[in-house]
């Protein structure tokens, strides 16, 4: 008679810090595919929700930068530039902080995009 270890509670039976960490890893795409793929794991859950909105407040911020100096193309060029330089740095450093944290296990909660996260996703966490 074989013997089966209980389900974990993670998305597609992977360990929670893996789960966590692939979810912070690719994004809006990892946080939309760890959420949808089931378990109950609050810290899986945690980092998936957060991941989502740290992606989409980069796509939204990035966009805004964009629409909103693009008219300035000649005297607003190098200031537009600069601000989308430093929010690549910010994303980047928030992304490298989060992925990275998340495989080791710990709880990682983004400035501004914490709360943001227990805003959009309460019901969900």
Same mark, same amino acid.
């Given at each position: ?16 810090? =893996?789960?966590?960490?692939?979810? +912070? ?27 989502? =909105?740290?992606?989409?407040? +980069?796509? =939204? ?7 909103? +100096?693009?008219?300035? +193309?000649?005297?607003?060029?190098? %200031?537009?530039? %600069? ?24 709880? =990682? ?17």
């Amino acid at each position: 008679m074989a013997t089966q270890t209980p389900p974990k509670d993670t998305p597609f039976g992977l360990e929670p810090n =893996v789960a966590a960490g692939l979810a +912070y890893l690719f994004g809006f795409i990892g946080g939309i595919v760890m959420l949808a793929g089931g378990g109950s794991n609050k810290f899986v859950r945690w980092a998936a929700a957060q991941s989502i =909105v740290l992606s989409l407040v +980069y796509m =939204v911020v990035w966009f805004v930068l964009n629409a909103a +100096y693009t008219p300035l +193309y000649g005297a607003g060029f190098g %200031l537009r530039m %600069l601000l989308m330089f430093v929010l690549w740095v910010a994303f980047v450093a928030a992304w490298l902080w989060t992925f990275i944290t998340a495989f080791q296990g710990k709880i =990682v909660r983004v400035p501004v995009i914490a709360s943001l996260t227990d805003t959009l996703f309460k019901s969900m966490l």
